[in-house]
């Protein structure tokens, strides 16, 4: 494995960066206080072709390789993790379709994000996350169509997505085995969405509770078999870890370039607090975290790209990656003492932006889990 990048993802990355620099930090502060994202950012970042990373060149996408859309998303987690995530969704909403779709599913999807649209991935419920087994949002079938009915909670997107990907059972009985995929467009007579979250971080991301009251969809927008939507869904979260831990990597990094800067310019004592050897300990243990994380997700997304298995690799990469986030997060909030706990900084938002990415896609408990049964069976 090559570990530099190449000239063509260097120019992305520069470019990436300067969207950032330009279209999203200078605006971090007002988004956090208003639990809103600026719609012309997702614009900008449509016009870009930050929406379709994920589409393969057969269907008007990019076609990139997993490492390019990691480095990508790691320099958007830099600039804001709740941007980053609202677009991250967008593959995380279309991998199952990908995976498992059919030709005229694989192009709807294909066409909405080309065209700069966003979509979501519905499978969390009030008693079903960790738990994909216990979603109890019911799917009918009724001649050529399902019936659905339930709710969703905690939908990324859930309140802009043009197009949500909605997990349903379709056995009265429950359980995995019954867990089905359907692909429900905004506007579907019966779909709404209800309460916006008031989060702790990732504020611009909009985070919606979704209910599906007798909707009606056609049968031909049942994504693979009855029953195969377990198996969807966690090859799509195996697909997705790796770039959510890119956005931790990202956040992370930027955690450690502002620690450094404040350590070289704050004086305590007469001389810089650079100069102490505590300080300069937890500099250099955050960089090692930070350079081991993006390691590892740069060796999943190889794996994934080369054909082969990974889903331990990226279920490590997450768990490692947010975890070190959240580590990096808190030891740079402590080298900027008062002020790094202050609004008027950027830390102490970057330290509640961390905090979910030890929870979503997959809790960092669930990841150890599969790490294990990956090991053990």
């Given amino acids: 494995m090559d570990f530099a990048l190449t000239d063509e993802q260097l120019d ?39 929406l379709n990373l994920v589409v393969p060149e057969e269907y008007g996408g990019p076609g990139l390789d997993s490492i390019t859309i990691a480095t990508i998303y790691e320099e958007l987690g830099k600039g804001c993790a709740g941007i980053a995530t609202s677009i991250a969704a967008n593959a995380l909403a279309s991998y199952p379709i990908l995976l498992a779709g059919n030709e005229e599913q694989k192009k709807y999807q294909c066409d909405l994000l080309n065209a700069g649209k966003l979509a979501a991935f519905a499978l ?5 996350g960790s ?25 990324t997107n859930g309140g802009i997505a043009d197009s949500f990907l909605v997990f349903a059972n379709t056995r009265k009985t429950g359980g995995i085995r019954g ?14 969405v209800g309460r916006k979250e ?39 979260l195996d697909s997705a870890r790796p770039f959510v831990a890119a956005v931790a990597v990202g956040l992370a990094q930027s955690c450690l370039d502002i620690a450094a800067h404040y350590a070289q310019e704050r ?11 505590m300080v300069q300990a937890m500099i250099a243990d955050m960089a090692m975290k930070v350079e081991t994380a993006r390691l590892m997700v740069h060796k999943a997304c190889w794996m ?24 990096v997060a ?12 202050m609004k008027d900084y950027p830390m102490e938002k970057k330290m509640r932006d961390a905090k979910i990415l030890q929870i979503y896609e997959g809790t960092n408990q669930i990841q150890r889990m599969v790490i294990a049964n990956k090991i053990l069976y």
Avoid: W
């Fill in 304 to 327: 994934r790209d080369q054909g082969m298995e990974f889903g331990k690799e990226a279920a490590m990469s997450k768990c490692f990656a947010s975890d070190v986030a959240m580590e």
């Fill in 198 to 236: 008031d989060k702790m971080g990732i504020r611009p991301s909009n985070t919606c509770e979704l209910i599906l009251e007798d909707v009606v969809v056609p049968e031909s927008m049942r994504v693979g078999r009855e029953g195969q939507g377990f198996r969807i869904a966690m090859n799509t």
């Fill in 124 to 128: 969390t419920e009030p008693s079903a």
């Fill in 267 to 277: 004086r305590q004592f007469g001389q810089p607090i650079a100069s102490f050897q």
């Fill in 131 to 155: 738990d994909a087994g216990a979603v109890a949002t019911k799917a009918v079938k009724d001649g050529d169509h399902y019936v659905l009915n339930g709710n969703k909670v905690f939908i």
């Fill in 12 to 50: 992305l990355q520069a470019m990436v960066k300067d969207f950032v620099d330009k279209e999203i930090v200078p605006y971090t502060e007002e988004m956090d206080r208003e639990n809103h994202a600026r719609p012309e950012i997702f614009q900008k970042a449509g016009d870009m072709g930050l």
């Fill in 179 to 192: 867990l089905t995929a359907f692909i429900v467009p905004k506007g579907t007579p019966g779909f709404s």
């Fill in 330 to 341: 808190t030891d740079a909030v402590q080298i900027m003492g008062g002020y790094g706990y």
